[in-house]
């Protein structure tokens, strides 16, 4: 079966703009989670989806938001860029988000800010 | 709140020598425990999990993981290492009804020819 998918892979943004990063998860897999690793931070958690709705936040400013469509499919939004937020976002799919789930990760979407 | 502790951020090994990474976990509970590989570029992949029963669990790519409750730990080790293991690992702990997973800051490993 075909793995979690994300687009874009890579991007480069200057500081100010937005950026939206996709997320399609395993057939069945009703769950999304977002993580955004970086060398000094390491994996850190954004946010949950499951059917629609965030179920988890992590310590992340407003500027990071979510959705997750009714096909479970997500997006995540940046917005107004800062450097800082360069880094290697990863989406992670599982079946119903409970954390005995195996999380299954996409390659990831490595953004850049300039 | 759940945490994760990997001790070591950068072990080197010979190729064909055994290897073990640390790691060390915080939760009031029996945790779900799982590492997982990264090779440069991409996703994480799943070696192994601990969620009850046997303490010893094998894994994929011939790794194995031993959880002790009384330590905390779930170490992860390989009886000979191939130079395709070179990547880094994380340790992670899973809470049920949480909805997310806590990573540890990795293990970067390299194997030396």
């Known amino acids: 079966k075909a793995g979690v998918t994300q687009t874009p892979r890579y991007l480069i943004k200057t500081r100010g703009q937005q950026v939206t990063l996709s997320c399609s998860p395993i057939s069945g897999h009703r769950s999304v989670s977002w993580y955004q690793q970086t060398p000094g931070q390491g994996l850190q958690f954004l946010f949950e989806y499951f059917s629609e709705t965030q179920r988890n936040k992590g310590n992340f400013p407003g500027r990071f938001s979510g959705r997750q469509f009714s096909n479970s499919r997500s997006e995540m939004n940046v917005s107004t860029l800062e450097l800082g937020d360069s880094a290697l976002y990863l989406c992670?799919?599982?079946?119903?988000?409970?954390?005995?789930?195996?999380?299954?990760f996409g390659a990831g979407s490595r953004l850049t800010v300039l | 709140a759940q945490s994760v502790t990997q001790p070591d951020i950068h072990i080197t090994v010979s190729e064909g020598a055994s290897l073990e990474l640390r790691c060390n976990y915080s939760y009031g509970a029996t945790p779900y425990l799982f590492w997982y590989v990264q090779s440069p570029g991409q996703g994480l992949q799943l070696l192994l999990k601990?969620?009850?029963?046997?303490?010893l669990v094998q894994g994929i790519k011939g790794f194995e993981a031993e959880f002790k409750r009384s330590q905390s730990s779930f170490n992860l080790r390989k009886p000979s290492v191939h130079w395709s293991d070179a990547a880094e690992y994380f340790c992670a702990v899973g809470v049920t009804n949480a909805g997310k997973s806590t990573f540890g800051d990795g293990t970067t490993l390299t194997v030396k020819p």
């Open positions: 601990y969620f009850s029963g046997d303490t």
């Open positions: 992670a799919s599982s079946r119903s988000g409970d954390g005995a789930n195996v999380l299954t």
